[in-house]
Every structure is written in structure tokens, then in C-alpha cells.
């Protein structure tokens, strides 16, 4: 079929638009990734636009040799691996009883989970709970603030509505239980869901930073995006004495912020291909059945 003038308009627009939004994504990346290998000198002068200026490995050198970045390193992994897990084991388990016709709570429950969406308790009692059960400056309370998400909770709820119930009735039959049924028909049917809240859930234990700031104390136990706003904080306080800095040394502070960033962003670059096929369509469930 033949296309009008104004689909030949629209279709233009819309992909101009598309470009536009891609190089206003895209830049950033690519500046942090060439300013992190060109020399102080070039970033102190404002050369450097895309593309490197005094092409420089010191930088990645400095991190990947500092103590401090590769403990912080171990410890967002940590929080990313055991806080992720634990996040979609909550709400799995809150998801699958609500789902269900025969539990007669479902109703109540499911407002609960809505309202937490809509009213929460806010910042400072959120501490002063962790402070009361002795939970401050420890790895536990970073994992436990924020382990569980009511959005996902219904939205794993409504994939596993979307389960037919003859499924269940015929594990019931041969003598399948609860956790039974739960492991070996809901979970296996529901990897487009189960992959996108698990995405989610990895990308805000990765670069949340300010409740293990608000939380902890120690820096052994400190995650990366911590140390990173650190250096960042630095690295602007530094500024301001640029004109007494060394712009010759092979490496600053600003290309050291630079340099953490690209290394702080790898694991993610490197989990999402292997999920990328469920995404789309864990995204899409919501709007199939509420």
C-alpha cells in the first residue's frame, strides 16, 4: 500500500526526533568514556567534546589498582546479588497468594500493597526504625530498606492470574503442594516477568547510594556509588582550585570520577544482552490484564 503525503511527513518527524533522542542519550556516555582516557590538561581546558584529547591510560591504571575502588566494588556486588535475590524472593511470595481466587485475603491484601504505593512512612522514620532494631552500619540493613517494590508485586500478580487454573488443578490432582506448583508451573511460565522486576531490582542495588550512605558508616562496607559521589564531591571542591593544580600530571582527580564511572557501569552493560529477549515482553504484562 502505497503511503500518503502526511505518513511520509509523520514517519520523518518521528524519526528525527528518535535520532535526536538517541544522540542526547548516547553523548554523555561517550564523554565520560573519552574523557576518562585524555589528559587532565585537555579537561581542564574544555577540549575534549567526544573523542580523547592526550590519549591516557593512568587513569584506569590508578582505579584498578586503588584498594579502596576494588572493596567497594566487592561490596556493590554483594548488595546487588544477595539484596536482588532477596528482593524477587518477596516478592514472589507476596505475589502468588494474591493471586489466587480461593485465598480469601487476596483483596485486602492487594489494598495493602496499593496503599504503600501511594503513603509511606518517609526517610527519617524508615532510619530511626533501622536505628531501633540495631541495624545501623551493618550489611543487613542495606539489603532489608527498599527489599521489596508493591509495583512489582502486582505486576508479578497479574502474570501469575494469567496462568490458566486448569494448570493447577491437574498438579493438585497427582498430590503437588503450594511450593510445588509455585517452582514448577508459575515460575518456569513467568521468565519474561520474573527477568524484568530482577533487572530492575539489580539496576537500583547497583546505583543506589543513598540509603548505604544514610546507613553505614564504616568505609569497608561502603558500595562503589558511595565512593564514587565521594570522589565527585571532591572532584567539584577541586575545581575551584584548578588554577593551583598541576594540569600536567598524567592523571586528576576529575579523570579519576571519569574512569570509576565507565568501570562502575560494566556489569550492567554485560548482564542486560542475556535478559534483553524478556524484557519487552515482561514490560508489556501490565497492560494485558490488570
Known amino acids: 500500500m502505497k503511503k500518503t503525503a502526511g505518513e511520509w511527513i ?15 542519550t548516547a553523548y554523555p556516555i561517550l564523554y565520560v568514556l ?16 567526544l573523542l580523547p584529547k592526550g590519549f591516557s591510560t593512568e587513569a584506569y591504571k590508578n582505579v584498578l589498582t586503588d584498594p579502596s575502588i576494588w572493596s567497594s566494588y566487592g561490596n556493590s556486588i554483594f548488595y546487588t546479588v544477595v539484596g536482588t535475590a532477596l528482593s524477587v524472593v518477596l516478592t514472589v511470595s507476596g505475589a ?11 483483596v485486602f491484601f492487594t489494598f495493602l ?32 530498606v527498599g527489599a521489596c517494590s508493591a509495583f512489582y508485586i502486582i505486576l508479578v500478580r497479574t502474570n501469575f492470574q494469567a496462568i490458566p487454573d486448569s494448570l493447577e488443578e491437574a498438579a493438585t490432582i497427582d498430590g503437588a503442594n503450594d511450593l510445588t506448583i509455585l517452582m514448577r508451573i508459575y515460575l518456569p511460565l513467568s521468565k519474561p516477568a520474573i527477568a524484568t522486576i530482577t533487572l530492575f531490582y539489580a539496576v537500583s542495588r547497583w ?7 544514610i546507613l553505614l558508616k564504616d568505609l569497608d562496607k561502603m558500595p562503589l556509588q558511595v565512593l564514587l559521589k565521594k570522589l565527585v564531591v571532591e572532584s567539584g ?19 579519576m570520577v571519569y574512569a570509576t564511572i565507565i568501570v562502575a557501569t560494566i556489569p550492567m552493560l554485560l548482564v542486560y544482552p542475556f535478559i534483553q529477549k524478556y524484557f519487552e515482553k515482561g514490560m508489556m504484562i501490565g497492560s494485558v490484564k490488570g
Do not use: H
Open 10 to 24: 509523520f514517519e520523518g518527524i518521528n524519526g528525527l526526533l528518535l535520532i535526536l533522542l538517541a544522540c542526547a
Open 113 to 144: 500493597f496499593a496503599l504503600t504505593m501511594w503513603f509511606n512512612a518517609g526517610l527519617i522514620p524508615a532510619y530511626l526504625n533501622i536505628q531501633e532494631l540495631g541495624l545501623y552500619n551493618t550489611r543487613l540493613s542495606v539489603l532489608l
Open 96 to 106: 502468588y497468594p494474591i493471586s489466587k481466587k480461593r485465598f480469601q485475603g487476596r
Open 237 to 255: 571542591a577541586g575545581g575551584e582550585l584548578a588554577a593551583v593544580m598541576d594540569i600536567t600530571s598524567p592523571i586528576s582527580q576529575e579523570t
Open 34 to 49: 573519552g574523557a576518562s582516557f585524555s589528559s587532565p590538561e585537555s579537561i581542564y581546558r574544555g577540549e575534549v567534546w
Open 207 to 213: 546505583n543506589g547510594y543513598l540509603w548505604p550512605m
